[in-house]
């Protein structure tokens, strides 16, 4: 009989990516995948590390299977990713109902580990050293990417597909945990990644994002020579089949005029760049350890936007950093009003236990505070998106459709024609009403009408 699996994800694009890749490896060991957690006997949370708020939604939702995993002890309950590997045994204590705890860097094992807790083995938890626990080749050894072979059924959409070409982060940004829970950087070979994205594109999938927390400090060695980001690029765009190429996250340092180039000519690049600041204050990104001033932030934007018109460019930000004032507040406002991002992800600072800002400085910008930046600053970055989106009102758009929108997914099953949703190759949303057959194929559409988030129209 299969097993039923439930994978619930939460945070950024490469722990969706790891539930997949997981969810794709326990499908081929005869396990079935279903949408409801009381359907399912092993359930399996990935989770997120970044804010405190991510954490305590999964302790409270663990919370909650306390009483279905004593009337039910046979069903297995898993935390796996960033939070396993920060909390470990911790999470046993605060839920000792949980059978199993792995870390980003032991995915691979996850089969086994199952197959022996079902044996009646006892709980379980694999996790990666401690970034200051060993030396640096050990630590390294201890994260073990997984990237097994890509399966169409463990993708929600079969015609886009994500791809890593590195794991951890070196950066150490004083507010983040990601070096610490996802270990070292470590860029995968150019040539397995390239193996990857032709099998993808053999499996018609059109549109492909490279995953990695700073992406375009990508570097192979691997092969004798070096081997960056842009050069990637160059090697993907003549994928056959292949149609669409994006890549996040950025870090302002190592925009280089060649990775400007590349998006610049190759035809399948996407002119999108998701290129966090995290905030407009030199004194404050300094204390973040971001290694970058405002000024040279801003070059780096005159540059994009001088050889890629038309590229969209998105940030992060975050407001109520230890020691914001007013007058840093306003600088960051500033970056957002001049640099007419197409949008920005804003965040309230979060202290995270074993990172530097939250062992040298005191949280000290009140919630109230942080809430009213955020709200303020939200606001300003929305007016900029209504106003640069109302130009593309009468417009014609070419989307990747990927299937009903929120709205269409409630729409009943039995009707054919439901609300679609699709993104431009500028990362876009648009909406439009549609057959359910449409989903995958890229479409013109022509723009009726636009908000600062989505553009509304009809195919053409
Ligand atoms: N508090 C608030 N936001 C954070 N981010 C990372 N760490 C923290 C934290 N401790 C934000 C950054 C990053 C995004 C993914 O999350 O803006 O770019
Ligand atoms: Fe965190 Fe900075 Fe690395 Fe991004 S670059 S994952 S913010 S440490």
Same mark, same amino acid.
Do not use: I, M, W
């Given at each position: 009989m299969p097993r039923r699996l439930h994978i619930q994800t939460v945070g950024c694009q490469m722990n969706v990516l790891d539930s997949e890749l997981v969810a794709a490896e326990l499908l081929a060991a005869g396990y079935e995948l279903v949408e409801s957690p009381r359907r399912a006997d092993t359930i399996l949370f990935n989770t997120c590390?970044?804010?405190?708020h991510a954490e305590d939604k999964i302790y409270s939702a663990l919370g909650r299977l306390k009483h279905v995993k004593q009337q039910q002890p046979q069903k297995i309950i898993g935390v796996l990713g960033c939070m396993a590997q920060k909390d470990q045994e911790k999470i046993f204590r605060r839920a %000792?109902?949980?059978d199993l705890v792995v870390g980003p860097g032991q995915l691979g094992q996850l089969p086994g580990l199952l197959e022996r807790i079902a044996a009646g083995e006892g709980p379980r938890m694999e996790v990666s050293l401690d970034r200051?626990?060993?030396?640096r080749a050990s630590v390294r050894r201890s994260y073990q990417p997984h990237d097994p072979l890509r399966v169409? &059924?463990? #993708?929600?959409?079969?015609?886009q597909a994500m791809v890593r070409v590195m794991f951890g982060c070196?950066? $150490? /940004?004083?507010? /983040?945990v990601v070096p610490s829970v996802r270990g070292p950087e470590q860029s995968r070979p150019a040539a397995e990644i390239e193996a990857e994205v032709r099998c993808l594109a053999g499996q018609g999938c059109l549109e492909v994002t490279l995953l990695g927390?700073?992406?375009?400090?990508y570097r192979d060695e691997s092969g004798g020579g070096v081997v960056g980001l842009a050069e990637l690029l160059y090697r993907l765009n &003549?994928? &056959?089949?292949? #149609?669409r190429l994006k890549f996040v996250t950025n870090h302002p340092q190592h925009v280089t005029r060649e990775l400007i180039e590349a998006v610049r000519d190759? %035809?399948?690049?996407?002119?999108?760049l998701h290129v966090?600041?995290?905030?407009?204050?030199n004194r404050i990104l300094r204390r973040m350890k971001r290694g970058y001033t405002a000024e040279e932030y801003r070059e780096m934007l005159a540059e994009i936007r001088s050889e890629i018109p038309e590229a969209a460019v998105t940030s992060d930000f975050i407001v109520? $950093?230890?020691? &914001?004032?007013h007058e840093d507040y306003r600088q960051t406002v500033e970056l957002v009003r001049q640099g007419r991002f197409k949008n920005c992800f804003i965040f309230k600072y979060s202290p995270r236990p074993k990172t530097k800002a939250a062992e040298l400085y005191a949280?000290?910008?009140p919630e109230e505070v942080k809430r009213r930046r955020n709200n303020e600053l939200l606001a300003v970055q929305n007016a900029i998106s209504l106003q640069d989106n109302q %130009?593309?009102?009468g417009r014609r758009v070419e989307i990747l459709v990927e299937g009903p929108s929120k709205l269409g997914r409630k729409q009943?099953?039995?009707?054919?024609v439901v609300q679609l949703v699709g993104r431009t190759v500028c990362d876009r949303i648009v909406v439009f009403e549609g057959p #359910?057959?449409?989903?995958g194929q890229l479409l013109p559409i022509s723009v009726q009408r636009a908000d600062a988030v989505t553009l509304f129209g009809k195919p053409t």
């Open positions: 590390s970044v804010r405190q %000792p109902h949980v200051s626990s060993g030396s169409v &059924e463990a #993708r929600s959409v079969p015609h070196d950066k $150490f /940004c004083t507010y /983040c927390q700073t992406v375009n400090s &003549e994928v &056959e089949g292949l #149609r190759l %035809p399948k690049v996407s002119p999108y966090p600041a995290q905030s407009g204050s109520g $950093f230890p020691g &914001e004032t949280d000290d910008v %130009p593309l009102v009943p099953p039995g009707g054919d #359910r057959h449409l989903a």
